[in-house]
Nanobody, 116 residues
Framework: VQLQASGGGLVQAGGSLRLSCAASGNIVKDNVMGWYRQALGDEREVVGTMTSGGFTHVPNSVKGRFAVSRDNTQIYLQMNNLQPEDTAVYYC?????????????WGQGTQVTVSS
């Protein structure tokens, strides 16, 4: 499965951005798509996921500011009230739920920079 992310950029603190990620290829019925981010020097962390069945997860660290939505093979991350600490490379990920072994793929990453 190939993932193409877009929508990153430079925004001032308090602003908003919407990231998009389109999946293509051999997409199975039961899957999860999600967004992760990695700031310079930090580990990669999850910021939102959504299953093909519609279950979502947004960690407390960004809940209330970030929202994830999905349209079949596309996943979106709406980011509001962005802060400088949200600066990172944002990656989308696809993985299967019911296959053995589990399959996972990552997009190329899109840079989000929030200026103070």
């Amino acid at each position: 499965v190939q993932l193409q992310a877009s929508g990153g950029g430079l925004v001032q603190a308090g602003g908003s951005l919407r990231l998009s990620c389109a999946a293509s290829g051999n997409i199975v019925k039961d899957n999860v798509m999600g967004w992760y981010r990695q700031a310079l020097g930090d580990e990669r962390e999850v910021v939102g996921t959504m299953t093909s069945g519609g279950f979502t997860h947004v960690p407390n660290s960004v809940k209330g500011r970030f929202a994830v939505s999905r349209d079949n093979t596309q996943i979106y991350l709406q980011m509001n009230n962005l802060q400088p600490e949200d600066t990172a490379v944002y990656y989308c990920r696809y993985w299967t739920i019911a296959t053995v072994p589990q399959y996972s793929s990552w997009g190329q990453g899109t840079q989000v920079t929030v200026s103070s």
